[in-house]
């Protein structure tokens, strides 16, 4: 397809793709829609950033105009199930937009704001629900809502609900959809469970894929400065004022460590903000207009941004951290250099553990990035180069074969959280008992359940050696 025209999509849907200036169709939209639109169950293999929601908000919308029938109360028609709030939030205004001229009774059930709004805004029946799984499981609990009318199921970054532990509340709330339904299943990769869950929800399912584009991470420069623990604050503030920034994304492991970030940033006149599990939705919704609009340049995240959060305008990424999951790093830049523009990513490294983590991050990108030494004489550790020796320009730009740099990310049932964590998998040296300096339950992602692309033929992804699964049994219901 070259045009979304050629979809045949309902005019009322035409004209609102005119308006928002969609004109060619993205590789897996092509792809997706015309499946869709004859009621065919979907399984998709794509980043976020590829234009995945339209793909599967249209031929929803054109199905929904084809038999236009009336809401029970409490029910919905069309159900779709994200990890985080922000990404409901955006899926919903999606659907709000393509749907302007069809007068689409649309909601959102995420948590993080009061149950009893949304129970209000249930209750004559709404044609989209686009909710989290915790909030989604409360309402049904509380007889808030009713799934028995279910007709389109969409699951995105199913993957990402695996890492967040959200798994059993999805085949949970499966179990409570009426069988007869169309399911559009989308992550953007495929582990062994994300495969059996894919198989166990959709019937006869085509699948559709989107090879991870090099050239986004090409325009990537990545930069690794090694420096000593107590000097990053200082750094980055240095590189803050230094650097030609538009708009920053720094990460931190930890909700505290965002926090102090973003005090310390204060203290030499930079103005940054924090979002992170501990904020309220509506800071969290403050802290991030402020960031789109340009009012603050400067946000400071915890891996709850990695995905789901689209904000044009980032010219640089700062891990102040790095991250203990090489898959996560990736997810990170991936906020730069988007919509063909160039991006920054800069990592401060301090003390062995980190510097393991790297090497992971090496290895997964296939690429030895260049290093900048800015720790004081003396203290500077042994641990090992890399394999490959690393380059002397002062940028690298790689491509991970089988990940996009458009991914997005963001434990337990908290969708506000981070991803629940195993833990690092090295111990850390060095770092005492500081509190500060560790991760928070839900704040560290946990590694990526291993697996090949099972029961998804004609997809190749990367294969990384399968780990033992060391996450204790929970025997608690998780923090909604």
Same mark, same amino acid.
């Given at each position: 397809?070259?045009?979304?025209?050629?979809?045949?999509?309902?005019?009322?849907?035409?004209?609102?793709?005119?308006?928002?200036?969609?004109?060619?169709?993205?590789?897996? %939209?092509?792809?997706?829609?015309?499946?869709?639109?004859?009621?065919?169950?979907?399984? $998709?293999?794509?980043?976020?950033?590829?234009?995945?929601?339209?793909?599967?908000?249209?031929?929803?919308?054109?199905?929904?105009?084809?038999?236009?029938?009336?809401?029970?109360?409490?029910?919905?028609?069309?159900?779709?199930?994200?990890?985080?709030?922000? !990404?409901?939030?955006?899926?919903?205004?999606?659907?709000?937009?393509?749907?302007? /001229?069809?007068?689409?009774?649309?909601?959102? *059930?995420? $948590?993080?704001?009061?149950?009893?709004?949304?129970?209000?805004? !249930?209750?004559?029946?709404?044609?989209?629900?686009?909710?989290?799984?915790?909030?989604?499981?409360?309402?049904? @609990?509380?007889?808030?809502?009713?799934?028995?009318?279910?007709?389109?199921?969409?699951?995105? +970054?199913?993957?990402?609900?695996?890492?967040?532990?959200?798994? #059993?509340?999805?085949?949970?709330?499966?179990?409570?959809?009426?069988?007869?339904? @169309?399911? !559009?299943?989308?992550?953007?990769?495929?582990?062994?469970?994300?495969? +059996?869950?894919?198989?166990?929800?959709?019937?006869?399912?085509?699948?559709?894929?989107?090879?991870?584009?090099?050239?986004?991470?090409?325009?990537?420069? %990545?930069?690794?400065? %090694?420096?000593?623990?107590?000097?990053?604050?200082?750094?980055?503030?240095?590189?803050?004022?230094?650097?030609?920034?538009?708009?920053?994304?720094?990460?931190?492991?930890?909700? /505290?460590? *965002?926090?102090?970030?973003?005090?310390?940033?204060?203290?030499?006149?930079?103005?940054?903000?924090?979002?992170?599990?501990?904020?309220? @939705?509506? #800071?969290?919704?403050?802290?991030?207009?402020?960031?789109?609009?340009?009012?603050?340049?400067?946000?400071?995240?915890?891996?709850?941004?990695?995905?789901?959060?689209?904000?044009?305008?980032?010219?640089?990424?700062?891990?102040?951290?790095?991250? #203990?999951?090489?898959?996560?790093?990736? /997810?990170?830049? &991936?906020?730069?250099?988007?919509?063909?523009?160039?991006?920054?990513?800069?990592?401060?490294?301090?003390?062995?553990?980190?510097? &393991?983590?790297?090497?992971?991050?090496?290895?997964?990108?296939?690429?030895?990035?260049?290093? +900048?030494?800015?720790?004081?004489?003396?203290?500077?550790?042994?641990?090992?180069?890399?394999?490959?020796?690393?380059?002397? #320009?002062?940028?690298?730009?790689?491509?991970?074969?089988?990940?996009? *740099?458009?991914?997005?990310?963001?434990?337990?049932?908290?969708?506000?959280?981070?991803?629940?964590?195993?833990?690092?998998?090295?111990?850390?040296?060095?770092?005492?008992?500081?509190?500060?300096? @560790?991760?928070?339950?839900?704040?560290?992602?946990?590694?990526?359940?291993?697996?090949?692309?099972?029961?998804?033929?004609?997809?190749?992804?990367?294969?990384? +050696?399968?780990?033992?699964?060391?996450?204790?049994?929970?025997? /608690?219901?998780?923090?909604?």
């Amino acid at each position: 397809m070259t045009s979304f025209q050629d979809f045949g999509l309902a005019d009322p849907i035409s004209r609102a793709l005119k308006e928002e200036n969609y004109l060619t169709p993205t590789p897996i %939209q092509a792809q997706t829609v015309p499946l869709a639109m004859t009621g065919r169950d979907v399984v $998709g293999i794509a980043q976020t950033g590829t234009g995945k929601t339209a793909a599967f908000a249209l031929p929803i919308l054109h199905r929904i105009l084809e038999n236009r029938v009336r809401v029970q109360p409490k029910s919905c028609r069309v159900l779709v199930l994200s990890p985080t709030r922000e !990404l409901s939030g955006q899926i919903l205004d999606s659907f709000n937009a393509y749907g302007r /001229h069809i007068r689409l009774t649309s909601t959102l *059930a995420i $948590g993080g704001v009061p149950m009893g709004r949304q129970v209000r805004s !249930l209750m004559q029946g709404v044609e989209v629900l686009v909710a989290t799984p915790g909030r989604l499981l409360d309402l049904v @609990q509380s007889n808030g809502l009713k799934l028995g009318q279910v007709e389109f199921l969409v699951l995105d +970054e199913a993957d990402r609900m695996l890492d967040m532990g959200f798994i #059993n509340d999805i085949r949970k709330i499966v179990g409570k959809l009426p069988i007869k339904r @169309q399911t !559009l299943f989308f992550s953007a990769t495929m582990p062994k469970d994300i495969a +059996e869950l894919a198989e166990a929800m959709l019937r006869d399912p085509a699948r559709v894929a989107v090879t991870p584009v090099a050239s986004t991470v090409e325009r990537i420069t %990545q930069r690794i400065i %090694q420096v000593d623990f107590a000097a990053k604050a200082g750094i980055l503030a240095q590189l803050l004022k230094q650097e030609p920034v538009d708009r920053a994304l720094i990460f931190t492991r930890t909700k /505290h460590g *965002a926090d102090k970030v973003v005090k310390g940033l204060a203290k030499v006149g930079i103005r940054a903000d924090a979002i992170h599990g501990n904020k309220s @939705q509506n #800071n969290r919704e403050r802290a991030l207009a402020a960031f789109r609009s340009g009012e603050i340049r400067t946000l400071v995240a915890t891996d709850i941004a990695a995905r789901g959060i689209d904000v044009d305008g980032i010219s640089h990424v700062f891990n102040f951290d790095l991250p #203990n999951v090489p898959e996560t790093y990736v /997810h990170r830049i &991936g906020r730069t250099a988007r919509a063909g523009a160039e991006g920054v990513a800069i990592s401060l490294i301090a003390g062995a553990e980190e510097m &393991g983590y790297l090497r992971d991050i090496e290895r997964l990108i296939r690429v030895a990035l260049p290093r +900048e030494d800015r720790r004081t004489p003396g203290t500077r550790d042994t641990a090992p180069a890399p394999s490959q020796k690393p380059s002397q #320009n002062r940028g690298a730009r790689s491509a991970p074969r089988g990940h996009a *740099a458009n991914g997005h990310s963001h434990g337990g049932r908290s969708h506000e959280q981070s991803p629940g964590s195993k833990g690092p998998r090295r111990p850390r040296r060095g770092g005492g008992n500081n509190a500060a300096s @560790q991760p928070t339950r839900h704040e560290s992602p946990r590694p990526a359940q291993g697996g090949n692309s099972e029961g998804i033929q004609g997809v190749a992804f990367l294969h990384r +050696e399968s780990r033992p699964n060391t996450q204790p049994n929970r025997t /608690h219901r998780p923090q909604r």
